[in-house]
């Protein structure tokens, strides 16, 4: 029985098609060690092969698709549909959110390096004066040795007793002052008040007992890890000076051992090498008499900033917390933390739903100078007013509560 053909196929010499077949054969011979043939599905493989062995032409494309380029053809490429260029949605990424900072809800957060931990007595706080430009929480030596500013328990300590300006409160009743005198300037602080008791600058809260070295070291060592993080780093740190001991009893180290070990042997605890300097830095200090317990009890809180921030790995933000949470000063207000700018920001009757950021990248809800103005009425307690102001306008804080 014939086939019958198109007459265009019938026209075109059978051996089109086998020199076509014979210079692919050849060229495939001729490909270089090493290399492979373009995979081609086996489907495709034997229609080609059928299609030849009946007679039918094999296009030029095709032929070249199956069996690779010939010698002196240029090589064809498959066409490909441009894939379509759809416009990328505008979806809110990290740099629209401003920088998470601390707030009341996470207070422990910001306490818990700072606080030693190891004392809990159930015993009512001693009611003992205090002032608003001094530190108001005990401070421990490294020999155990507790001291308060106002050594004199009597209330009417005098200035010439003292060295220090006379006492303002004692530690029961400086709360209620200090709301006292937030609600005088500003009426709606009773209803912020009302729902947000602080606990921070209570009698209880004013009778943590505070090893500054311990305190400054745990802050180190939390910047920018997890709580679960910070808290593994600083066992193994201790676990370092206390070899074979219960971990429930071992002591933080003291100033002058962390000074005399090793950088290598301070970041088997964990510790990166720029945090391992920084503790040591820390601790130096302490050894030479640079930062003292008697220092940080007495001095204004100007000279507490400067001497603490001269110390490498402590920022601005870190000694204005630590003043705050840790010394119990009363009338500390850290202007670059976003969530008190947010929060003072509202307070004082800004928009702050659309956010805001300045040039340089750098967020910013109120100048500077602005929250100081505006702050200044609340003095000697915006150590309080701060507080109050995160509590104002809550701020994502996912990261601190991990």
């Known amino acids: 029985m014939s086939v019958r053909r198109s007459t265009r196929i019938a026209?075109?010499?059978?051996?089109?098609?086998?020199?076509?077949?014979a210079t692919h054969v050849n060229a495939s011979k001729k490909r270089p060690a090493g290399t492979q043939a373009r995979s081609i599905p086996a489907k495709k493989q034997r229609s080609a092969e059928d299609?030849?062995?009946?007679?039918?032409?094999?296009?030029?494309?095709?032929?070249?698709?199956?069996?690779?380029?010939?010698?002196?053809?240029?090589?064809?490429?498959?066409?490909?549909?441009?894939?379509?260029?759809?416009?990328?949605?505008?979806?809110?990424?990290?740099?629209?959110?401003?920088?998470?900072?601390?707030?009341?809800?996470?207070?422990?957060?910001?306490?818990?390096?700072?606080?030693?931990?190891?004392?809990?007595?159930?015993?009512?706080?001693?009611?003992?004066?205090v002032g608003p430009h001094i530190t108001n929480a005990p401070l421990i030596t490294p020999g155990g040795t507790q001291h308060v500013a106002y050594e004199d328990t009597l209330p009417d300590s005098t200035p010439s007793k003292t060295g220090l300006p006379r006492p303002t409160a004692t530690a029961n009743t400086v709360l209620d002052q200090a709301c006292a005198h937030l609600i005088s300037v500003d009426p709606r602080f009773e209803a912020i008040i009302a729902q947000h008791p602080c606990h921070i600058f209570s009698a209880k809260g004013l009778a943590e007992i505070i090893d500054p070295f311990r305190s400054l070291s745990s802050g180190i060592m939390g910047q920018q890890v997890s709580g679960?993080?910070?808290?593994?780093?600083?066992?193994?740190?201790?676990?370092?000076?206390?070899?074979?001991?219960d971990p429930e009893k071992a002591r933080f180290p003291t100033p002058a051992q962390v000074a005399a070990t090793d950088i290598g042997r301070l970041r088997s605890a964990g510790l990166s090498q720029r945090k391992a300097e920084y503790i040591q830095g820390l601790a130096q200090k302490f050894v030479s008499g640079e930062l003292t317990n008697d220092m940080l009890m007495k001095a204004s809180d100007e000279e507490v900033m400067e001497k603490l921030i001269a110390v490498r790995g402590l920022g601005k933000w870190s000694v204005e917390m630590f003043a705050c949470f840790g010394l119990k000063r009363l009338d500390i207000l850290s202007t670059g933390d976003l969530g008190v700018q947010r929060g003072m920001a509202a307070f004082f009757g800004k928009d702050v739903k659309k956010l805001k950021v300045k040039g340089g990248g750098k967020w910013k809800y109120m100048s500077e100078q602005d929250?100081?103005?505006?702050?200044?009425?609340?003095?000697p307690y915006?150590?309080?007013?701060?507080?109050?102001?995160?509590?104002?306008e809550d701020v994502d804080v996912e990261v601190l509560a991990q």
Do not use: C
């Open 11 to 21: 026209s075109i010499p059978t051996t089109v098609v086998t020199e076509k077949a």
């Open 51 to 129: 299609n030849e062995q009946k007679g039918i032409e094999v296009s030029e494309q095709t032929n070249l698709l199956v069996n690779g380029a010939a010698k002196d053809e240029p090589e064809f490429k498959v066409p490909v549909t441009p894939a379509k260029k759809t416009a990328r949605r505008s979806t809110p990424s990290k740099a629209k959110h401003p920088p998470l900072t601390p707030t009341p809800s996470l207070v422990n957060v910001i306490r818990a390096p700072y606080s030693s931990g190891d004392v809990e007595d159930a015993a009512p706080p001693p009611d003992r004066p």
């Open 228 to 245: 679960a993080a910070a808290k593994s780093i600083k066992n193994k740190f201790i676990a370092l000076f206390n070899e074979g001991q």
């Open 371 to 379: 929250m100081l103005d505006k702050s200044a009425p609340y003095a």
């Open 382 to 392: 915006r150590s309080l007013f701060m507080w109050y102001m995160w509590r104002v």
